[in-house]
């Protein structure tokens, strides 16, 4: 190992501890499964702001989206500006209505438990399907952060993709079976700071390298300046309005991501929602627009072009910074990782948990029983979303996307509605939970003209107007 690996690994080193003390913390503080799901409800603004933006952004910020950027210049504008009025709109509409309804929805821990609980399902069939929408696409999810952390590894460490992989997924699974949603909450705060340090820090000493702002736009220019137009991809080409709305419309996915959501019923109480809310959308904007540099920095920086973009940021670390420093900013990387992929697991679990185990198998298991299965639940998810990140030619972006859409598309609708309409009930939830989701599966695959429209809009929309054609013709009330 040379003495740059050597020093790398020690910044890896001493992050590792951190996390893994927080994890231990939070393991003696986790009695029941409310603490191991929500952390008792109990998060002040800080926590849960940075713990909901952090969960939120993944690997992708640091790998998919700068990579996106380096490929199509500002085009990548639109998308960033899609999540960036998709978070606002999700703290402004849904998290302090959550936070109470759920807790008056029989203290639910878990959406599907919110959403059977609202509506007086007896039938379990709203726990059911939700809890199997959550399961499938959260496999795809939590795989795209292990393909980031098997990348990063890879690049770092010279591991072969196999062990790169492993090792990510190994550590993400020991601190979240163990300290559950506090570790998770605690690391998401730490981590999200690390992250905005990291983005803000690349481009400003990429900007110094290449002597200032406009030598910048002049060498990009020469090079392609299609790329410093948000109105053309790449080749000149105006952008049609498919392509744009099918990035703004990355937006619609905040109602229906249940690692979000969880954020806002574990919130001490509303009244934290505003503070949390500016915060959030502050790091948010912030990080969105340093990713976007960072790709954009690397067009000029590098004159070979890059094998694989989602590897920009890594790139542009090594070729500018001391490797204590590079250290920090690659772990950076693993902590954008860990702070989604750990939620994933939670969630993922949880609802296994909660909605499936406790439901179906064992309606008389004890605290304890269910904390052990949620644990065990966590390393079982853990190897299937393993399995499906051996393919080390997927992209981090296109698993996001996919995931993104289905989580959206199948629970956004029913979010939004269950919180501002009374006339919903629970075959207009079932319906559209059902709809969304299938409309998701069956239009990825699909290509040409339409269809190349992001699945998430056919499937919001689908979703919406199902449960509000079902939940009419039912002529049942929300509340009985």
């Given at each position: ?8 690994s020690?910044s ?5 501890l951190?996390?893994m ?20 409800r109990?998060?002040?603004s ?20 700068p ?10 504008v639109w ?11 999700n703290?402004?509409w849904?998290?302090?209505?959550l ?9 639910a ?9 609202q ?10 399907s939700s ?5 499938l ?26 062990w790169a992989?492993a090792?990510g997924?190994l550590i ?6 163990f ?21 803000v ?18 060498t ?6 299609q790329?410093?137009?948000p ?6 080409e ?20 249940p ?11 509303a ?20 990713a ?15 094998e694989?973009?989602e590897k ?18 690659l ?13 994933q ?5 949880s ?5 499936l185990y406790r ?21 079982v998810?853990?190897?299937?979303a ?16 996919y ?18 309409w ?11 939970i ?13 290509q040409?003209?339409?269809f ?11 979703s919406?107007?199902?449960?509000v ?12």
């Amino acid at each position: 190992m040379s003495v740059d690996q050597l020093l790398v690994s020690v910044s890896f080193f001493c992050y590792l501890l951190v996390i893994m003390i927080i994890g231990l913390v939070a393991w003696r503080r986790t009695r029941n499964l409310s603490d191991f799901v929500l952390g008792g409800r109990q998060l002040g603004s800080w926590v849960a702001a940075l713990s909901a933006s952090a969960s939120d952004m993944s690997g992708w910020l640091l790998l998919g989206l700068p990579g996106y950027a380096y490929l199509a210049g500002l085009e990548s504008v639109w998308l960033a500006l899609g999540l960036l009025i998709g978070t606002w709109l999700n703290w402004r509409w849904v998290a302090a209505r959550l936070r109470r309804a759920s807790e008056v929805a029989g203290d639910a821990l878990t959406l599907p438990e919110y959403l059977s609980n609202q509506f007086s399902d007896t039938s379990g069939l709203i726990r059911v399907s939700s809890s199997f929408f959550v399961l499938l696409f959260f496999l795809f999810y939590t795989s795209s952060g292990l393909v980031a952390g098997g990348k990063l590894f890879e690049a770092v460490f010279g591991l072969p993709y196999l062990w790169a992989v492993a090792s990510g997924a190994l550590i993400i699974i020991l601190y979240t079976a163990f300290g559950g949603f506090l570790a998770v909450s605690w690391t998401d705060l730490f981590q999200g700071l690390l992250m905005l340090l990291a983005l803000v820090a690349i481009p400003l000493f990429a900007l110094g390298e290449m002597g200032g702002i406009d030598n910048f736009i002049t060498t990009v220019s020469e090079q392609n300046r299609q790329l410093l137009n948000p109105l053309t991809d790449r080749s000149g080409e105006p952008l049609g309005m498919i392509a744009i709305v099918s990035l703004m419309a990355w937006g619609l996915g905040y109602f229906g991501q249940p690692h979000i959501l969880a954020r806002f019923k574990a919130i001490k109480h509303a009244d934290y929602v505003p503070k949390a809310r500016m915060i959030a959308v502050s790091w948010v904007f912030v990080t969105l627009t340093t990713a976007c540099l960072v790709g954009l920095m690397g067009i000029p920086l590098f004159e070979t072009p890059l094998e694989d973009e989602e590897k920009v940021f890594i790139r542009l670390v090594d070729l500018l910074f001391h490797p204590l420093l590079a250290g920090i900013c690659l772990a950076a990387i693993l902590a954008a990782i860990m702070s989604t992929a750990d939620s994933q697991l939670l969630v993922s679990s949880s609802t296994f948990t909660g909605d499936l185990y406790r439901l179906l198998l064992r309606k008389q298991a004890s605290e304890r029983e269910l904390v052990i299965v949620g644990r065990l639940a966590v390393l079982v998810i853990a190897l299937v979303a393993f399995l499906l990140a051996m393919d080390r030619d997927n992209k981090v972006l296109d698993l996001v996307a996919y995931a993104w859409a289905g989580f959206g598309a199948a629970f956004g609708p029913a979010v939004l509605l269950s919180l501002y309409w009374k006339g919903m009930n629970r075959w207009g939830a079932l319906a559209g939970i059902v709809t969304g989701g299938v409309t998701v599966v069956i239009w990825k695959p699909l290509q040409g003209g339409i269809f190349d429209l992001y699945e998430i809009v056919p499937g919001f929309l689908a979703s919406m107007l199902v449960i509000v054609l079902v939940s009419s013709m039912t002529k049942n009330r929300l509340r009985p």
